[in-house]
Nanobody, 116 residues
């Protein structure tokens, strides 16, 4: 059974930092492209960042330079370091695992609230 479990969300003041983690089980983690998506209230889910099996990364323009995605294949975990957070970063953040030879998998999400 595939599971993606996110953690690390919470309430933070503007300008602050948070680190999200997503622990995967039940998949060959190494070969999957791992991504972080977010969905703000009343908005569609959007890509935040992704990292390929070869550790190539891609970021949404709104977070480039502030967020960093990384992965630890030995721990089957993908991370999202979020710095200089803004109120518009408030959303539920979801972990995604993608591989062409399989269906996409999603975690249940972790809520990030940026507010003073």
């Amino acid at each position: 059974q595939v599971q993606l479990v996110e953690s690390g969300g919470g309430l933070v003041q503007p300008g602050g930092s948070l680190s999200l983690s997503c622990a995967a089980s039940g998949i060959g983690f190494d070969i999957y492209t791992m991504g972080w998506y977010r969905q703000a209230p009343g908005k569609q889910r959007e890509l935040v960042a992704l990292i390929t099996s070869g550790e190539l990364t891609n970021y949404a323009s709104s977070v480039r330079g502030r967020f960093t995605i990384s992965r630890d294949n030995a721990k089957k975990t993908v991370y999202l370091q979020m710095n200089t957070l803004k109120p518009e970063d408030t959303a539920v953040y979801y972990c995604n695992a993608h591989w062409l030879g399989d269906m996409d998998y999603w975690g249940k999400g972790t809520r990030v609230t940026v507010s003073s």
